[in-house]
């Protein structure tokens, strides 16, 4: 093949080079390749380094994060990262740390091969022993996530350079070209011996950065620890059997804010431990006696209860575990969905051997105390899953020496040893949720008979605590001061005042609710009843209307009786007591109509408002009111209501200002009713020229049950029940919109405005 020896011909010709050219000898290398007919092999184009970026490490956080983690695997003891110009993209950012670094062939057989399984084959770090945290091969892709320019420099102990790579991922790595024939230039600069670390500089920035998103990176920081740190008193005996140095610890700077600062303000103990319900503990001593203990400042609950099995093989150990349950009743401060997603991801109880963990106990996948399968199959019927505790046991070669770990350092030898371990720890566990069950007032069991349950305020509770603490604290304790003495009890005493306030604002609310929903229940019974009424006055008012017609048609015969000024009087006082009786009849069927259908529909303001003042035309003109009404534009809309809750709404309104006029002996009786259109919104003003609402109650009038007077005017007024405004303010409410006391026009006295949403064609 002529191309072939073309190709082989070239080849030999750079091999031969004084100075080698070692990217045209891996093309050309590359090309002969692809002229083997017996064979095929894999490619990868190089736009999928950023495809895999972003589906791998999607977000900027989750970036960032993956880059502390590999400075913390590799031993680092600080992390400085600074950014600049981070408000919008663009800007760069620096990372830096004081980890072993990376020699040569470290950068060119892990950090510049993809998934390599570096983390399997070392899964602790080589100076202090960390268990690894960062996920395999993603550092290259979380910095090409971050931005588009890399520059790597690292630096190992003891040599005299460091090296230094420069990447730009957005200009090499595109569609078309393949992964393999992009190359960067290796360069090495002078550093002193003792130099060590690795410093990342990125620049162009693909997202800006916000605060809550630095406090995403702090939580994952925070978790780079296991909940519970198993005691170090076992570690020094490994030291010298794994050849590990003592941890000094690891702190992260973010522009210049310290890590474990941040990290103390967000700790999971702060956060999330506190909020447990009970501490377990069980210990085995010397002679094999196991003990149990549970505690619990929440249920006043402190308990200890000796094992009867004796514990001859597992040696001394000590077990510890906080509990869990994810009830917001139980739980203040924190949000119960958050509580339980952190306890299905790090729940568990977690082994320790001479003060390293041992995998996989404790894992989410990992039942190794049979708690799942039990409360799944309802042989526990309390909450004893695994992800109800945060726990550890710990081991050491010396005190238990009958634990040992598989060849493949995956979990222990499962002999007697490990056996009577898991009795010993699932006992203390059972016990000790079963007494917390027992001081909940809880079933323990499903065939648990004769069970009553029990609700005690949280005040009552609080003074068995403060009562404990005085006796067996404050008062046995002589070393505490006498003052500080005082200020504890003072603080308790204001911890449980405090209590019993808000207990009483929450009965307070309850007996207002009951009070509520009885004169609900009330009015549902006056709807039914007031259907009747109204259909049985319309009847009624037909007779009398004909028989009062035919009584002044026959008392008319007498010319000196019609004639006179009494008689007339007394024809237009009948006539417009039965138009009054006619309105209000009018009114009542028409609220019926309309409320008997549950369907909601675009109100048109101007038909709503008009029928309204209709209704009423001759009680306002019996009363002396003036009404006025302005709906700018006509066509104004309002989005799906029912029309009952408008007309309650403005009988509400009216029957107030009927008051209000009548208290305050006004002259000028008028009322004005306007519908505008405000932004997005359709606004009801309901003004009248009575003596307005004083403000020392402007702020209680849409209270439930506030009224300020019992008024008997007339049939319409009626009598105050305090609980109109309320049923306006509700319907606002319902249906997204507001009502206030606004300031009104001059000439007026008080308005209100009542604001739905436009309708949607309108807006």
């Not at 663009?90 to 057989?109: A, F, P, Q, T």
């Not at 595109?174 to 090495?188: P, T």
Request: net charge negative.
């Amino acid at each position: 093949m002529a191309e072939l020896t073309e190709l082989k011909k070239t080849l030999k010709e750079a091999l031969e080079s004084d100075e080698l050219d070692f990217d045209k000898i891996h093309s050309i290398s590359q090309q002969i390749v692809a002229l083997d007919d017996k064979a095929v092999r894999f490619s990868i184009d190089a736009r999928h380094v950023h495809r895999l970026g972003f589906e791998l490490v999607g977000k900027q956080e989750t970036a960032l994060s993956e880059l502390i983690k590999n400075a913390y695997d590799a031993d680092a003891t600080n992390v400085n990262i600074d950014f600049k110009n981070y408000a919008t993209p663009g800007g760069s950012l620096v990372i830096k740390d004081d980890g072993h670094g990376m020699d040569e062939e470290v950068v060119r057989n892990a950090w510049m091969r993809l998934s390599t399984q570096d983390k399997e084959i070392s899964p602790v770090s080589p100076i202090y022993g960390r268990s690894k945290a960062g996920r395999k091969g993603i550092g290259r892709f979380a910095v090409e996530r971050l931005g588009k320019n890399l520059i790597l420099e690292t630096k190992v102990f003891g040599q005299a350079n460091g090296l230094r790579v420069q990447f730009n991922w957005d200009k090499d790595f595109v569609h078309g070209r393949d992964l393999n024939q992009i190359s960067y230039k290796l360069e090495r600069f002078p550093k002193q011996p003792e130099e060590t670390g690795t410093k990342l500089i990125i620049n162009d920035l693909r997202d800006r950065w916000l605060e809550k998103v630095f406090e995403k990176v702090w939580k994952s920081v925070l978790l780079l620890q296991p909940p519970f740190k198993p005691t170090q008193r076992f570690r020094a005996q490994n030291i010298a059997l794994e050849g590990f140095r003592p941890d000094p610890g690891f702190k992260v700077y973010i522009n210049g804010r310290v890590g474990d600062v941040v990290v103390k303000e967000l700790s999971i103990e702060k956060n999330f431990l506190n909020h447990g319900i009970a501490k377990i503990k069980g210990r085995i001593d010397a002679f094999g006696n196991g003990e149990f203990f549970v505690n619990s400042l929440k249920l006043n609950l402190d308990d200890r209860q000796q094992a009867e099995e004796k514990y001859l093989l597992s040696g001394m150990l000590e077990f510890e575990a906080i509990y869990f349950i994810y009830d917001s009743a139980l739980m203040t401060g924190i949000s119960v969905t958050t509580a339980s997603e952190m306890g299905r991801k790090y729940g568990g109880i977690r082994v320790y051997r001479d003060g390293f963990r041992v995998l996989p106990y404790g894992e989410p996948y990992d039942d190794w105390l049979k708690l799942a399968f039990d409360t799944a199959r309802r042989h526990l019927i309390i909450a004893a899953n695994n992800y109800h505790f945060f726990g550890h046991i710990e081991l050491s070669s010396y005190n238990n020496p009958l634990f040992e770990e598989t060849s493949s350092r995956e979990g222990l030898i499962e002999n007697e040893a490990f056996e009577e371990l898991q009795r010993f720890i699932r006992a203390c566990i059972e016990w000790a949720v079963l007494r917390v069950a027992s001081s909940r007032s809880r079933k323990t069991t499903a065939g648990q008979k004769d069970f009553t349950s029990e609700w005690r305020k949280p005040s009552d509770k609080t003074s068995e605590l403060i009562a404990n603490i005085i006796v067996d604290v404050v008062g046995k304790d002589t070393a505490i001061p006498e003052v500080q003495k005082s200020k504890t009890l003072e603080k308790l005493q204001e911890i449980k005042q405090e209590q019993e306030n808000f207990e009483a604002q929450v009965d307070l609310r309850e007996k207002e609710h009951v009070q509520y929903e009885a004169m609900l229940r009330i009015l549902a019974s006056l709807g039914i009843s007031l259907a009747v009424f109204s259909h049985e006055i319309r009847g009624a008012l037909t007779g009398v209307d004909s028989s009062i017609g035919q009584l002044f048609d026959h008392l008319e015969v007498r010319k000196d009786l019609s004639e006179s000024k009494k008689f007339i009087n007394l024809r237009e006082d009948l006539e417009s007591s039965v138009d009054r009786l006619k309105d209000v009849s009018r009114y009542i069927a028409d609220l019926i109509s309309h409320s008997s259908s549950r369907e909601k529909d675009n109100q048109a303001l101007h038909s709503v408002i008009n029928n309204f003042v209709t209704q009423f035309e001759n009680y306002f003109n019996a009363r002396g009111i003036k009404f006025e009404t302005e709906i700018k534009p006509t066509f104004l809309r309002t989005e799906p209501i029912h029309r009952s809750e408008i007309d309650s709404v403005l009988f509400n309104f009216l029957t107030n200002s009927v008051k209000s006029m009548d208290r305050s002996g006004s002259q000028t009786r008028k009322i004005k009713i306007t519908a505008k259109r405000f932004d997005m919104l359709a606004v009801i003003s309901f003004q009248d020229t009575g003596s307005g609402v004083p403000s020392e109650i402007a702020d209680k009038i849409f209270d439930a049950f506030y009224t300020t007077s019992h008024y008997k005017g007339d049939e319409i007024a009626g009598p105050g029940s305090g609980l109109g405004l309320k049923i306006v303010s509700d319907i606002a409410e319902a249906n997204g919109g507001y009502v206030r006391l606004a300031e009104p026009e001059p000439g007026f006295g008080c308005r209100f405005d009542f604001a739905v949403p436009l309708s949607k064609e309108q807006v």
